[in-house]
């Protein structure tokens, strides 16, 4: 089950808050009301939020301060919603660090879907990437942090050793000519220099060896190249 969204909604008109608290639990969203900057201070150091709606006239501390806090935080959407209409207040407050600036008085649908889009956007960004992991026999390479593993050990490989593995990893089947090799790994035409590439795959076959004296990880075809061993 997904964790509930937490909105933190500053606003010291108590009418004009429990509509928008209205709005966002209709979402299905959980909503906090703050009616001051003092106030939303206390809630913002207590936990971590999904979203601000944000007025900037408050009593204790201003719209404007609280905004400046929390951009220095944790990324988190910020609305403001305010009855400020002017251009220069709506732009320094999005180079503040604010994500929409809507004037009051607002329509409520238009605020809803705001709200949703935000939210959608702000998770999009923030997802965390999926591990890019390759995998083959017991060799196992993170190809974020590039390391690699054999028989559960970590393999300290040159740079080109590495982009040898990762090639022959990234379609186990296919057979690699050594020009096919030498272009990928080194970026530059092949003029037939075989001993370069003898010399880096000789390496790496030696140390996955060394890892693993029982398993067999890469084969020559002669005359074509190499793939992995199946």
């Not at 007025?55 to 201003?62: E, N, R």
Request: hydrophobic fraction near 35%.
């Amino acid at each position: 089950m997904d964790d509930p969204i937490n909105i933190l909604v500053v606003e010291d008109d108590n009418d004009i808050n429990q509509l928008l608290c209205n709005i966002i639990e209709k979402s299905g969203y959980l909503a906090q009301p703050a009616y001051s900057g003092t106030e939303a201070m206390i809630y913002l150091e207590k936990q971590d939020w999904d979203m601000v709606l944000l007025d900037l006239m408050l009593p204790g501390m201003t719209g404007e301060e609280i905004l400046a806090k929390v951009v220095e935080q944790k990324p988190v959407p910020v609305i403001i919603i305010s009855a400020k209409l002017d251009q220069q207040t709506k732009i320094d407050s999005l180079r503040t660090g604010a994500d929409d600036y809507i004037t009051k008085p607002f329509d409520i649908d238009e605020v809803s879907a705001r709200i949703d889009s935000h939210l959608r956007r702000y998770r999009r960004n923030t997802e965390p990437q999926t591990r890019k992991e390759l995998i083959y026999k017991d060799i196992s390479v993170d190809t974020d942090s590039k390391t690699v593993q054999v028989n559960a050990n970590v393999l300290t490989l040159t740079a080109r050793e590495y982009a040898i593995l990762v090639i022959l990893l990234s379609s186990p089947k296919k057979i690699f000519t050594k020009a096919n090799l030498f272009e990928s790994v080194w970026n530059e035409e092949f003029h037939g220099d075989d001993n370069t590439i003898n010399v880096h795959m000789s390496n790496l076959r030696n140390k996955l060896s060394k890892a693993n004296p029982e398993e067999e990880y890469i084969e020559t075809i002669w005359g074509m190249g190499y793939r992995l061993k199946t």
